[in-house]
């Protein structure tokens, strides 16, 4: 995978450009520093995460699927609501007052009442559904492949679609996404990166290393149990991370770019 082997740079190129040529734009890679640590449900297979008046609300996949609302400074589930036996919850967003989340492969997504989760609808989609985020007016949602999707979020149809590239490769298997300062950020699946991608051109703007966030030896299946989770608080401006079946999420301040 193309970002299982990010260099200190992620914009370096091979071979170089001739010396009279412009130089290959670079990639910013960013570090982090943890500012603080949370409990986190170590049995969640995370899936969405969305920061909500003081609360977290997140999807979890496998058997049973659920939505949750989880109290931040504790890691206590509030509420949860669990999914059919058929159905491996995915993604979720928060948008216009509904929780929105998908399926993995059953072409469903439910609509949820934030307050009480009960649920208020349902919808279809073709193909899988990964992550799902929003920009204020359209739903965004990753699939597994190298593109971002946009949904009307009102009739849930397809509006259009933007490849995503880093240095002009494809960037495959975006999970769990969030919208930050406008810019989508997503999971790169079974890595330790988020890409920062421009929605109007699909180009990865920024990739943050968070290589070492977990201790080795934190989960049963680091294969499986991997960095997915991304929440914004935007007024205070704090950004959260965890990942399946992570003990802990955190809270952390980018730092670089190297």
């Known amino acids: 995978m193309l970002l299982l082997a990010l260099p200190a740079s992620a914009g370096a190129q091979s071979p170089g450009p001739a010396a009279s040529s412009p130089a290959a734009p670079v990639t910013p890679v960013y570090g982090y520093e943890v500012v603080r640590i949370f409990p986190h449900d170590p049995t969640a297979f995370t899936q969405g995460l969305v920061f909500r008046d003081g609360e977290l609300i997140e999807s979890t996949g496998r058997a049973p699927s659920s939505v949750r609302?989880?109290?931040?400074e504790d890691g206590v589930v509030l509420q949860k609501r669990e999914l059919d036996a058929q159905y491996f919850g995915e993604g979720l967003t928060e948008i216009d007052g509904r929780v929105v989340t998908l399926t993995w492969n059953n072409g469903v997504g439910f609509v949820w009442n934030p307050r009480d989760l009960t649920q208020t609808a349902r919808f279809s989609y073709a193909g899988e559904g990964w992550g799902l985020t929003h920009d204020g007016t359209r739903l965004i949602l990753s699939d597994g492949s190298a593109a971002l999707r946009f949904l009307d979020p009102a009739t849930f149809a397809e509006t259009g679609r933007?490849?995503?590239?880093?240095?002009?490769?494809?960037?495959?298997q975006l999970n769990e996404l969030e919208w930050i300062d406008g810019e989508v950020w997503a999971n790169v699946w079974q890595t330790d990166y988020i890409v920062r991608i421009d929605p109007n051109t699909g180009h990865?703007?920024?990739?943050?290393?968070?290589k070492g966030l977990l201790p080795?030896?934190?989960?049963?299946?680091?294969a499986d149990d991997v960095l997915n989770g991304i929440a914004w608080d935007e007024k205070a401006r704090r950004l959260f991370v965890t990942g399946k079946n992570w003990p802990s999420l955190f809270e952390i301040r980018l730092t670089g770019p190297r």
């Not at 609302?69 to 931040?72: A, D, E, K, W």
């Not at 990865?204 to 968070?210: I, M, N, Q, R, S």
């Open 216 to 222: 080795a030896g934190t989960v049963k299946d680091p």
């Open 162 to 172: 933007v490849p995503v590239t880093l240095n002009g490769r494809p960037v495959r």
């Open 204 to 210: 990865v703007v920024g990739v943050v290393d968070l």
């Open 69 to 72: 609302r989880v109290r931040l």
